[in-house]
């Protein structure tokens, strides 16, 4: 089994009284540090790459144009890419006008950095309309449907020619959603992995935010990785797995 890791960037700067709002989710000290500004604890980015390059790991990073300004990390994009790691598009849906909006924030992601050829819509929020849209503006694949709702884990063709790159395991859902502790979330996600392979399945891919690197959940990460790397699994980024999916590699 080959595992695809990804990570969603909604946010990478909150203030104080957001952090505070949510000061259970951190510890006293990343709190102190973060209020007299000399530790940023929604910025995570730069750590993941560390830990991930730690194993020789490269992994997708979906960033959005709509959420926040680039500039503040413009220049790390520049540099994870030019290292291995794979950027695409988080694309934020909006009421109207989506074909315009997604060609342009396409266009301005790949004035930084290159050219992309993936996408993962915010939130999840998925379509087939928005599918279809993706396809014409020129994405090779989209990775924005759980497996739970595809019913399958593998990459495969959608109807219109878009590539799927299906989620097996999202941070968002075991914290948020179904409310789990580290332990319990732990089990879990070693039981669905285990059964994945068990089952002959080839892709199984991860997605943790990067703003939750030091929360408690999110930092399971850390744990997840040298897991992974312990045994010996092979990690890729979406496009490796879609190039080999498709053949190209």
Known sequence: ????????????????????????????KDI???ALKLRNL???????????????????????????PLDAIEDV??????NGWEVALHFVVEKCQLKSLIILEKEMLENLIGNIYGVRTHMLTVSDHILSLYREAGFLYDSSYR?????????YRLNNGLI??????MDADLFGRLKMNE????????????KAEKSDIRFFTILFHQESFKM????????????IGEKEYEVLRCIDAVKRWNGSV
Request: proline share 3%; glycine share 4%.
């Open 77 to 82: 994009l520049k540099e994870m890419v030019k």
């Open 183 to 194: 332990e319990k979330a732990w089990r879990y996600i070693l039981d669905k992995m285990d």
């Open 32 to 34: 102190v540090l973060h």
């Open 216 to 227: 408690k959940g999110g930092r399971l990460y850390k744990r997840l990785v040298r897991y």
């Open 164 to 169: 799927e790159v299906p989620i097996a395991i």
């Open 147 to 155: 497996v739970e709702e595809v019913g399958k884990y593998d990459v």
């Open 1 to 28: 089994m080959e595992i695809i890791l990804t990570h969603d960037v909604d946010s990478i700067l909150q203030p104080i009284s957001h952090v505070l709002k949510r000061r259970k989710r951190f510890k006293i």
């Open 42 to 68: 929604y910025n995570n980015i730069e750590d993941i790459l560390a830990l991930e390059d730690s194993y020789g790991f490269r992994s997708t990073f979906f960033i959005p144009v709509a959420l926040f």
